[in-house]
Structure formats: C-alpha cells, structure tokens
Nanobody, 119 residues
C-alpha cells in the first residue's frame, strides 16, 4: 500500500509565498514522475507542475515564473514552492505520483491541501 500525504497549505495574502510538501510512504520500490494538480471550486482539476525522476520539470503557463517544483528522492518527497500568489491560485492542491511497488506500477493521489489566497 502506498500513501501520498500533502502538507503546507493555508491562508496567505496576495503576493505571498507558500511551500507545499508531499511525502510518499509504503512499500515503494521506485517513484517515476511526481506532479502537483489543483482544483478550484466549480472548476476541473488541472496540472500545475510535474517533475520526472531525472528532475526535468514542466509547468502550467499560469504559474510559470512564480512556482517551482522540486523533489528529494531520498525522502520520497516532492515540493512546490509558490511565490507571488494570486487570488486565482486559490484551490485544493493534490499530489500525484507514478509509483512502483514490487508487484505493481500505478498512479497514486493524495487527499489534497487547501491553499487560500486572500486579503
């Protein structure tokens, strides 16, 4: 069994910063790509940023230059540094990862952490 647990969400003023973390735990053999998605009320879930096992990254146009994704493979952890936050960044942020155990390779989701950007 594999679990992804996000942390670091909260209330922040426009222009502020937050750092999200997601730790993967369980019977993990290896982790391939890791991603952050977000879902705002009434909207579809969207990809925010992704990082491969070799640390190649990609970002949604809406967050380029403001957000930075990174990972610590030794800790099975992915981070999302969010700077210059805007009210439209308000959403539940979900961690997503492609994980191999000794018997299966599949995609996993965390339960999400709420980010609210408001004055």
């Amino acid at each position: 069994q594999v679990q992804l647990v996000e942390s670091g969400g909260g209330l922040v003023q426009p222009g502020g910063s937050l750092r999200l973390s997601c730790v993967a735990s369980g019977s993990i053999f290896s982790i391939n790509a890791m991603r952050w998605y977000r879902q705002a009320p009434g909207l579809q879930r969207e990809l925010v940023a992704g990082i491969t096992s070799g640390s190649s990254t990609n970002y949604a146009d809406s967050v380029k230059g403001r957000f930075s994704i990174s990972r610590d493979n030794a800790k099975n952890t992915v981070y999302l540094q969010m700077n210059g936050l805007k009210p439209e960044d308000t959403a539940v942020y979900y961690c997503n990862a492609d994980v191999s155990t000794r018997t299966v390779y599949r995609n996993y989701w965390g339960k999400g952490t709420l980010v609210t950007v408001s004055s």
